[in-house]
């Protein structure tokens, strides 16, 4: 294995998967760290945590055990792999998770770039946008478990580290991979180890990743992972074979545990297009009244793609957390879903689609799942993905994060895991 990832969801993971993988690597996504060695052919591991929003420490030692595990298959670069919106509080995860890794690898100029022009995600002058907007003014600024107050990247992660943060702004890196190495040498010398990298193209970032050929540490979105296949390619360690896909027929079922914009969009759309949905409220899923054998049941028995959702506005979760508790609301509809999906395989389910990361988490650790076939991306940021839960037959995937894919994803996603 070449190349280690740490991602701190399970959609990210599988994006940052997708990512390499149309670059030509062969891509291999483990759920948790694993108890056993990798196979030979791995060219990366994408080592898929749920970090994201647990406490600090306990996203650093997560952190550190998978590091180990990739040190041990022989990886010789790391990247640290966080959402591209940079979801996180003042007290962590990003900040922690990247100070340890740092130490434990004696890294120095570890650039921090969440960059995903293809999502909109861009950065100029060290702060964040979604598109045209400062992501403090996204809508991100209402996420349910991470709110984000604040677009200035390095501002935000000094609240979160005491490592020295610098800047390579944009000039430097529209001059490409040398002014990019100059510049992190620069930061590097003024004492700088945490450092903040502009990025308006998927051209800046592969640029980026020519300049992070030998880096030991790197942070950031998917992004940051285009460029690093051909260094590899460059030294003649890639074997050049890509990997294969396989679709699965047989019912496919929709499960939505995320309130972002997008994924309500892609919700009403569903809804409007008069297709099956059964909502889960907060309500339904703190109190213990769901019974996850009668709603699967309901789903195998729908004609079409029937939808199950707990995808609320930001009002009713707010609601819902004041009424219950934040971790008692999120961790009670995680555990739904969870149950939910265990009963779909249990029925015999073929297709399985899941919007939101925490949810998508959830579902991938309910189903035993402990490694990932990547296939062809859905949209940006999300492919296809192929498991077999333990004593069940093979399923086909699509984890989405919140804010990812157009108003018709769930239709896409259910063509692209038939094989269509």
């Excluded at 993988?21 to 996504?29: A, I, L, W």
């Excluded at 020519?210 to 942070?219: E, F, H, Q, R, V």
């Amino acid at each position: 294995m070449l190349l280690g990832c740490i991602g701190d969801d399970f959609t990210g993971s599988s994006d940052l998967a997708n990512t390499l993988s149309k670059q030509g690597m062969r891509v291999t996504q483990f759920s948790g760290v694993p108890t056993t060695g990798a196979a030979p052919s791995v060219e990366a591991g994408v080592v898929a945590l749920k970090s994201r929003s647990i406490p600090a420490k306990e996203a650093v030692a997560q952190s550190l055990q998978a590091l180990e595990w990739l040190k041990a298959q022989g990886c010789t670069q790391f990247l640290f792999k966080y959402c591209s919106t940079f979801d996180s509080t003042p007290e962590g995860n990003i900040g922690p998770v990247a100070e340890a890794l740092a130490e434990a690898l004696d890294a120095r100029k570890v650039v921090v770039c969440p960059a995903f022009p293809g999502a909109g995600r861009t950065i100029y002058q060290g702060h964040l946008f979604v598109h045209d907007r400062l992501l403090n003014e996204s809508g991100m600024e209402h996420h349910p478990l991470n709110p984000m107050t604040d677009a200035d990247i390095g501002r935000w992660l000094a609240r979160q580290t005491a490592m020295p943060i610098g800047h390579v702004r944009f000039p430097e890196v529209r001059s490409g991979a040398a002014a990019i190495a100059e510049a992190l040498a620069h930061a590097d010398a003024k004492g700088a180890r945490l450092i903040v990298v502009d990025a308006l193209s998927d051209a800046d970032l592969m640029e980026i990743g020519t300049a992070l050929d030998g880096a030991t540490l790197l942070t950031g979105g998917s992004g940051i992972a285009m460029g690093l296949p051909a260094n590899f390619r460059r030294q003649g360690l890639l074997s050049g074979e890509g990997s294969t896909w396989q679709g699965v027929e047989g019912t496919c079922v929709v499960l939505s545990g995320s309130c972002s914009t997008a994924t309500r969009g892609q919700v009403g759309r569903h809804r409007d297009a008069g297709l099956p949905a059964l909502e889960i409220t907060a309500e339904d899923a703190v109190s213990g009244r769901l019974d996850p054998q009668a709603i699967a049941g309901w789903a195998m028995a729908q004609a079409g793609r029937p939808l199950v959702f707990s995808s609320a506005d930001p009002a009713q979760v707010r609601a819902a957390q004041e009424a219950y508790g934040r971790e008692k609301v999120a961790a009670a509809i995680e555990h739904a879903f969870a149950d939910i999906a265990r009963a779909l395989v249990a029925a015999g389910i073929g297709r399985l689609v899941v919007a939101g990361g925490e949810t998508s988490g959830a579902v991938v650790e309910g189903l035993g799942l402990t490694a990932l076939e990547i296939g062809p991306e859905i949209a940006p940021g999300a492919p296809a993905l192929r498991s077999t839960p333990p004593g069940g037959r093979p399923v086909a995937l699509a984890l989405k994060s919140g804010n990812f894919g157009g108003p018709d994803f769930f239709a896409e996603a259910d063509a692209i895991l038939r094989g269509n």
